[in-house]
């Protein structure tokens, strides 16, 4: 059984194998780091850091025989009342992520809808989902929420989670609405 360190976020839980044994560290590249140092988390990304319940965000140590314990719910919070960044589906459904996080969310959402998908954000592109990406690109002064539709079209229930959101107005969202509103 496996151990996860529990961390929360803005826009969900993330979580980091834990090791709090040299047992716990066989067959992983860390092997040899000396037991003073333990606990530890494996940081996914070839590193390690050296564990602490007063870490911003900890939550919980939970216990898993899964390498992905967290569900798409608790990794993404759906339906989220601020809802920023993400991705939207065709019945309106929120799902959160942070800036960086679209492919990750995406990777889950397919897991759950589209299993067999290859590439998961073309899988949910193509069946109508949206994505609501952070437009900045290092030249304008502020951040702003761009929408994206692969299809070019958004139901109405989408629609609706963008006025909600406030960026039904930006000139994106009013190109898809008048290239949608014949569909309704």
Known sequence: MKKFAVYRAETGYYCYRYCDTIEALAGTPFAGIPPETLPVVLDGRGGYFRFSERDPGFTKVIESESNDPLTLEEMFFKNMPNFKLGWISPDGD???????????????????????????????????????????????????QYVFALLGHITRRQADVLFDIGVYWNEEVQRLLADSENRW
């Open 94 to 144: 929120t799902y959160s992520c942070s800036y960086t996080g679209h492919a990750k969310c995406a990777e889950k959402l397919a897991k759950q809808f589209f299993p067999h998908a290859r590439f998961p954000e073309r899988a949910l592109e193509r069946a109508g989902w949206i994505k609501v990406i952070d437009s900045w690109d290092g030249t304008e002064r502020q951040h702003r």
